[in-house]
Structures are given as structure tokens and as C-alpha cells.
């Protein structure tokens, strides 16, 4: 790519020619109105962003707002500026198509090769990655004529990303709400930057078909109504993984616990407190599971007895006891039972190396401790990782490899470790 900015003077538009060019598709749903915010993530991230809204969107959302968001004029229609050929050029010189909200009518026609209008013929050019963000009442979604256009259109290598639960339109409430638009906003862009640093079509997807599980948080252990035993896991490691994963094409669970992170577009998310519930929830979900990612901190002990009403301070000064019990070691336990054969099983080590061994050493029994296949190391050391952006680790295999990564974002530490689990789901081991 030039650094030469390119005036296209018919079209009335400017390409930089260094910044990734992306088209948002909008359909004609209610959700319309929330692509005006995952058009402003990307304009004020540096993207070349042109609008493509279908007929039936500009009666939610009208052209001028998609024109002042963006920059550029917007055309619906391949009548406009015909000379130009738009509903060729728009999707050949793409970078990433995304559509928010896709309707079931724009996913039949994507998936049936329709191009009755500037989208759908986009859709039809691009050899870019392409997210389509589907939103619509549950029975619309549920209906199989939906389904068999959203199976096709993934086995074509389209990311479909799984609607949310909640309110829809009305009263209603069910499966089919457009996930949050800064959420689809990060998994486009997880997928962008893959494809812009050389992920072939076929390896950007390479999750698909895949169910995987991930923990996140920090289980809390209740000592009465007002009080608890807990951790300063913030979760971030975890749904950067759920986040990964989903970008990768996965069919992903997320077991939270007590995290305040907004639900990662396309992952289905169980929000759970105790230990207890965190492992009855990673038992009923590693069932189906092609891999299981333990981030979570669950808390190792919990009180024998929780009070049914506050504990007081004692006129005599005296502290109260409190006796603890120890938890179920959820990572040890679906290591050694494993639901399926060829399961990968992942688990975190927050260690900070003590008289008896280095952070290593400690790991390492660890890893033969726990039997599972790999351990991510993290020195935490004052507290290092907790609540930061950033992460740095050592992949232990249960192979004997020593992988160093980087410090880096959490999310890209993520994408490393699914690099290791898609390999050993490729040749199990033996
Ligand atoms: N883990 C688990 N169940 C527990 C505790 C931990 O599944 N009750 C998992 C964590 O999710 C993590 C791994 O085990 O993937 C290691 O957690 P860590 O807290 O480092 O290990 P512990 O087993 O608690 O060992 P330690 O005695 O060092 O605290």
C-alpha cells in the first residue's frame, strides 16, 4: 500500500490509501440505529469507513446520519455514480465487510447469492473477511430456513456472530438482540487485524465447527448476607480469550464469575459466584467441549458455614473464627475425567515463586499436579497481571516445551494460546 491519499471526485469520497478500508452493511432491523455507534469505533480508530445501508435501514436510520458519522456520501442503491461501477469497486477494495444488523431476509440473500442491491452486490465481490451480525425476533432466528443460510454461509468461511439474549423490539425478550456494538466492533477488528497480518481464509476461521469453554473472574465465597472471601481476578484474561475464540470462529461458553466486562459479541456467557457454581457450570458445559480454558481464579477454601445474618463485632474486642473448608479443584478434576477423548484442557498458574522453588519450578509440579495439557505461567509477583491490559506468560506444555510469550495485550496472549490449542486438537496426543 501508498501513502498517496486518493480523491474519488464522481463518488465525492477520499481513500487514504494506509487505512483499512471497511464497509458497514446495515439492514433493515430496529437495531440499525446501534451500527451508528459501531461505525463511530471505527472512524475514530483510523479506519477508511464506508456506509452501505439497505432501503428498508434508511427508513430506521436516514442518510444524513450515516453520511455525517462516516465522512462520505451514502449510497444504498447501484444507481449512483454508475460510472464508477460501486457495487464492484466497494467490495473489491474492501479490507473487512461487516454487517450490523443483518436481517433474515439480507443472511437468505447472502447466502443464496442475491445482489438486488449496493450491499448484497458488495457482499457478492468481496474477497475480504466478512462479519455478518444478525439481529431479529427469536422465532426468525430459530426458523430453519435461518439456519441452514447461517450453516451455509459459515462453511463458506463468513463470520456469523451468534445474537445476544434480551429485549428485542416490544415486550418481547428471547435470542436474536444484536450483541453490544462496541463488542462487535472489538471481534471485527480481532478478525481485521488477523487477515492484515497474513491469516490465510482458511486459518482465520480456524475454531470453526469447535465448542469451546472458558473460565473468567474471581469466585466469591459468601460469609453472611454482607460479606465474602474473594480475589482480585478482574476476568479480562478470560473474555479476551472468549473474544478470541469467537473471532476464530468457535462456538464459545464463558463461565464469569462476579466480573463487571461487557458480554463478548457472539459467546454465550453463564454468570456464576461460588467456586461450587463455577465447577457445576465447567462440568455441564465441558461435556460438549472440544477444549476447555481455565482463566478463572475460583477461591481454593470456603467457609464451612455461611451466616444467615450479619456477623458482629464482640463487646469484648475478640475477633470471631472462621473455620474453612477447601474447594473442589475444578482443572484437576476434568483433567483426570476427561468428557471426550482428544479434549484440550488449558489452565493459568498465577505464581510468584517462593522458598521451596522459582515460579517455574512451582509451575511445573503444577502442570503434572493438575494433568492438564497447558499451563499458562504468569509471574505475579506484587500483583503484577491483575486488572492490567497487558499480560506476559510461559506456555508449559505437558509435552515438556517451554514457550515464552511476550508482554503484549491480553488479547493477543489469547490468540497464542489458541494458536497451542488448535495445534493440539490437530494431532491429539498420544
Ligand atoms: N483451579 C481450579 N479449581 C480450583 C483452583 C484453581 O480449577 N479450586 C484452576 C485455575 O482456574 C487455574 C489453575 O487451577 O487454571 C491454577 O490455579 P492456581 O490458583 O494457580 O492453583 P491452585 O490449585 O489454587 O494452587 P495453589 O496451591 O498454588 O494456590
Known amino acids: 500500500m501508498t501513502a498517496e491519499v486518493r480523491s474519488d471526485a464522481a463518488a465525492g469520497d477520499r481513500v487514504d490509501e494506509r487505512r483499512p478500508r471497511v464497509v458497514v452493511g446495515v439492514a433493515g432491523g430496529i437495531a440499525a440505529y446501534k451500527a451508528c455507534e459501531l461505525l463511530r469505533r471505527f472512524t475514530e480508530s483510523g479506519h477508511d469507513v464506508t456506509v452501505v445501508p439497505t432501503a428498508a435501514a434508511l427508513e430506521f436510520v436516514g442518510a444524513p446520519t450515516w453520511a455525517a458519522?462516516?465522512?462520505?456520501?451514502?449510497?444504498?442503491?447501484?444507481?449512483?455514480?454508475?460510472?464508477?461501477?460501486?457495487?464492484?469497486?466497494?467490495?473489491?477494495?474492501?479490507?473487512?465487510?461487516?454487517?450490523a444488523p443483518a436481517t433474515a431476509d439480507l443472511l437468505a440473500k447472502a447466502a443464496h447469492g442475491l445482489a438486488d442491491d449496493l450491499l448484497t452486490n458488495t457482499l457478492l465481490t468481496a474477497r475480504c473477511p466478512v462479519v455478518l451480525a444478525p439481529a431479529m425476533h427469536t422465532e426468525m432466528w430459530e426458523h430453519a430456513a435461518t439456519t441452514a443460510n447461517v450453516a451455509t454461509l459459515r462453511s463458506r468461511g463468513v463470520v456469523v456472530v451468534?445474537?445476544?439474549e434480551g429485549r428485542l423490539t416490544g415486550a418481547d425478550t428471547g435470542r436474536g438482540?444484536?450483541?453490544?456494538?462496541?463488542?462487535?466492533?472489538?471481534?471485527?477488528?480481532?478478525?481485521?487485524?488477523?487477515?492484515?497480518?497474513?491469516?490465510?481464509?482458511?486459518?482465520?476461521?480456524d475454531l470453526a465447527g469447535r465448542h469451546v469453554v472458558v473460565s473468567a473472574g474471581g469466585t466469591r465465597e459468601r460469609l453472611d448476607p454482607v460479606r465474602f472471601l474473594g480475589n482480585r481476578s478482574s476476568g479480562r484474561q478470560g473474555y479476551a480469550l472468549a473474544r478470541a475464540a469467537a473471532a476464530r470462529g468457535a462456538r464459545v461458553t464463558l463461565v464469569a464469575a462476579n466480573t463487571d466486562l461487557p458480554d463478548p459479541a457472539g459467546v454465550g456467557v453463564v454468570h456464576v459466584e461460588?467456586?461450587?457454581?463455577?465447577?457445576?457450570?465447567?462440568?455441564?458445559?465441558?461435556?460438549?467441549?472440544?477444549?476447555?480454558?481455565?482463566?478463572?481464579?475460583?477461591?481454593?477454601?470456603?467457609?464451612?458455614?455461611?451466616s444467615d445474618t450479619k456477623i458482629k463485632k464482640s463487646a469484648d474486642g475478640s475477633a470471631p473464627t472462621i473455620t474453612l473448608e477447601q474447594n473442589p479443584d475444578i482443572l484437576a478434576e476434568i483433567s483426570a475425567q476427561r468428557a471426550r477423548p482428544g479434549q484440550v484442557i488449558v489452565g493459568f498458574a498465577a505464581e510468584t515463586g517462593d522458598a521451596t522453588g522459582s515460579v517455574l519450578d512451582l509451575a511445573r509440579a503444577k502442570l503434572a499436579r493438575k494433568g492438564c495439557d497447558l499451563l499458562v505461567v504468569n509471574d505475579v509477583s506484587g500483583g503484577a497481571v491483575f486488572g492490567s491490559a497487558d499480560n506476559e506468560a510461559v506456555l508449559l506444555g505437558a509435552d515438556g516445551t517451554t514457550s515464552p510469550v511476550p508482554r503484549g495485550s491480553k488479547g493477543a496472549l489469547a490468540h497464542v494460546i489458541w494458536d497451542r490449542v488448535t495445534a493440539l486438537l490437530a494431532s491429539p496426543a498420544p
Open 69 to 99: 458519522l462516516s465522512g462520505k456520501p451514502v449510497a444504498a442503491d447501484v444507481w449512483n455514480a454508475v460510472h464508477e461501477v460501486p457495487h464492484v469497486r466497494l467490495g473489491q477494495q474492501a479490507d473487512l465487510v461487516v454487517v
Open 162 to 164: 451468534e445474537p445476544a
Open 177 to 205: 438482540r444484536l450483541p453490544d456494538p462496541v463488542e462487535i466492533f472489538e471481534l471485527a477488528r480481532d478478525v481485521l487485524a488477523r487477515s492484515s497480518a497474513g491469516a490465510a481464509a482458511g486459518e482465520l476461521l
Open 274 to 306: 461460588t467456586t461450587a457454581e463455577l465447577r457445576a457450570a465447567i462440568v455441564d458445559a465441558a461435556g460438549a467441549a472440544d477444549a476447555v480454558v481455565m482463566a478463572a481464579a475460583p477461591a481454593d477454601f470456603r467457609p464451612t458455614a455461611e
